[in-house]
């Protein structure tokens, strides 16, 4: 048994079995091989990072990322037929370290009779860190090929010694023209098109959401049933359910639509800026959330470009609170478009951060002695509020005396953009600072 398995090529792996009529269609129509694989050919074509290491006979160990219902574990499994590897499937869900360690061990003897393991471990990101860390000694000695499937960004779930250890490849949604091949290949299987007018089949590819498993499902349901005709888009819909759209409140999706909130309302598009707003209050989003986003929104993209801007998210707030959803939701909806509508300047954001950096570099700097309070008769002989000038008595109410430390030159941290009520703010400035000059040519 050991010379056969010391041979130059390892042996094949039988093939795996067809499954059975009774199993479920998404089963039946698992691929057989990495070109059966839909919608990532961008990994597993001649050219992608699959199939570089498929025809090289080698595989790295990798973290499949991606969107539920994409075909991560079928591609784990095809890659292990592959390249001839012998293939064992875990889920941390499920999984300690008990389990592990059997596993481990197995691989081990294994590996001395001239077989690798390639080790699928789904959801691996449940796994806490000490659990990642534990797969470090046997991917770093060649015990297992490790092939872990995440749906969150391995960038905050995995640790950085095991990522630096692994390719992270991301798998893409699905997109239609993927999951119309899928319901071909249903088709074909079934020896029967789906009982869907042309508009029905593309409203059942919609409610997919991206998830090739979710269709399959829902396409079963649809041959389970003798229909006298073929549904209409509004029958499909009343018999089916949309797949719940895929949004954790602390995890990447979250981020990822408030960020692509914030980023429409600042480039001035109304239109997106709703749809990732609908996005997450239709998902559960807390309104409240999105309501101190947008008041952020206001003071760091707006500003005094439109000072009004937060005076409406200030009072969309007021309204959900009093109305509550669903109506006070529409308060929520005149705050975005108000926002995504108004003139942008982030001026006043800008004017925040050099001024909080000049303010830690200079400590404890005394303001000029003109402009301070004179409370006693000692501080009044220091000089405290000597020469000040009261700008209400002054020509223009506006006296131009200086208001920085000595040590220091006046500074420029506000510049208002020319948008907006911004430009007549840019106006007064600009005469403030002509009153000035005139001043220190006086003197």
């Not at 872990?148 to 990522?163: I, Q, V, Y």
């Amino acid at each position: 048994m050991a010379d056969l398995f010391a041979a130059d090529e390892p042996p094949a792996p039988p093939p795996a079995p067809e499954p059975d009529e009774s199993a479920p269609l998404a089963d039946r129509l698992r691929p057989r091989s990495l070109d059966d694989v839909v919608g990532q050919e961008h990994l597993t074509g001649a050219d992608g990072a699959i199939g570089r290491m498929v025809a090289a006979g080698k595989l790295a160990s990798m973290i499949l990322w991606g969107p539920p219902g994409t075909g991560k574990t079928s591609i784990a499994r095809l890659l292990a037929d592959a390249v001839g590897l012998r293939f064992i499937a875990i889920s941390a869900v499920f999984s300690g370290v008990a389990d592990l360690k059997k596993v481990f061990a197995e691989a081990r003897e294994h590996r001395k009779l001239g077989r690798q393991t390639l080790l699928f471990v789904d959801e691996i990101h449940r796994f806490n860190r000490a659990q990642q860390d534990g797969f470090l000694p046997y991917v770093e000695d060649g015990t297992v090929v490790l092939v872990g499937a995440t749906t969150e960004n391995p960038s905050f779930e995995l640790n950085a010694a095991l990522l630096s250890r692994a390719q992270v490849l991301i798998l893409n949604r699905l997109d239609a023209a993927a999951l119309g091949r899928l319901l071909d290949k249903a088709e074909t299987l079934m020896e029967r098109p789906l009982p869907l007018t042309p508009a029905a089949r593309e409203a059942l590819v919609a409610t997919a959401d991206g998830d090739g498993r979710f269709l399959l499902n829902q396409a079963e349901t649809l041959f389970s049933i003798e229909f006298d005709k073929p549904l209409e888009p509004a029958e499909l819909a009343a018999l089916l359910h949309r797949r719940v759209a895929v949004y954790d409140k602390d995890r990447e999706g979250h981020y990822n639509l408030i960020s692509a909130l914030h980023k429409s309302i600042r480039g001035s598009d109304p239109q997106a800026a709703l749809y990732y707003l609908a996005r997450m209050l239709t998902a559960g989003e807390e309104p409240l959330y999105l309501l101190r986003r947008l008041v952020r929104t206001a003071v760091e993209d707006i500003g005094m470009a439109d000072p009004n801007a937060l005076v409406q998210c200030l009072a969309a707030k007021d309204t959900y609170d009093f109305l509550g959803s669903p109506e006070g939701e529409l308060a929520i909806v005149q705050a975005c478009l108000y926002l995504a509508t108004a003139p942008k300047s982030n001026a006043a954001y800008k004017a925040q951060k050099a001024a909080w950096r000049l303010a830690r570099e200079t400590g404890s700097l005394m303001p000029p002695k003109n402009i301070l309070n004179a409370p006693t008769k000692l501080m009044k002989e220091v000089g405290y509020g000597k020469g000040y000038s009261y700008d209400h008595d002054a020509e223009g109410g506006f006296s131009g005396d200086n208001y920085w430390p000595e040590e220091m030159q006046p500074q420029t941290f506000y510049e208002p953009t020319d948008r907006g009520f911004e430009k007549r703010v840019a106006e007064r400035i600009a005469w403030w600072e002509e009153q000035r000059a005139k001043r220190r040519g006086e003197e």
